[in-house]
């Protein structure tokens, strides 16, 4: 049974900055594509940022977390990261993490291919 499970989410102030954390089990990550969507209130699911199987340069961004976030993974712990900077009030959120066996990181982003989901954690941006 594959299960997702992020932490790290909570409120903070704008300016700050979180690290979210999606253990996986059930699968690998080695082979996977990975990646991060948020679903603020009242809007569709977006996302954010996803990151290739098999090379670690290849990565896609939305451009409302360009330079601000960072997306990765750690194979041993079986672990997707997002590194959230310079927070915005529009960053509120909840935050999925999302696997997928053949997506491509446009694929899953841009037309959300995905087979795993997690079960989300709510980030809060508020002065």
């Known amino acids: 049974q594959v299960q997702l499970v992020e932490s790290g989410g909570g409120l903070v102030q704008p300016g700050e900055s979180l690290r979210l954390s999606c253990r996986v089990s059930g699968h690998s990550l080695e082979y996977y594509t990975v990646g991060w969507f948020r679903q603020a209130a009242g809007k569709e699911r977006e996302g954010i940022s996803c990151?290739?199987?098999?090379?670690?340069?290849?990565?896609y961004y939305a451009d409302s977390v360009k330079g601000r976030f960072t997306i990765s993974k750690d194979v041993a712990s079986n672990t997707i990261f997002l590194q959230m900077n310079n927070l915005k009030p529009e960053d509120t959120a909840i935050y999925y993490c999302?696997?997928?066996?053949?997506?491509?990181?446009?694929?899953?982003?841009?037309?959300?291919?995905?087979?795993?989901w997690g079960q989300g954690t709510q980030v809060a941006v508020s002065s």
């Open positions: 999302a696997t997928d066996g053949v997506a491509t990181v446009q694929s899953m982003c841009l037309f959300q291919t995905v087979r795993f």
């Open positions: 990151l290739d199987s098999g090379h670690e340069d290849s990565t």
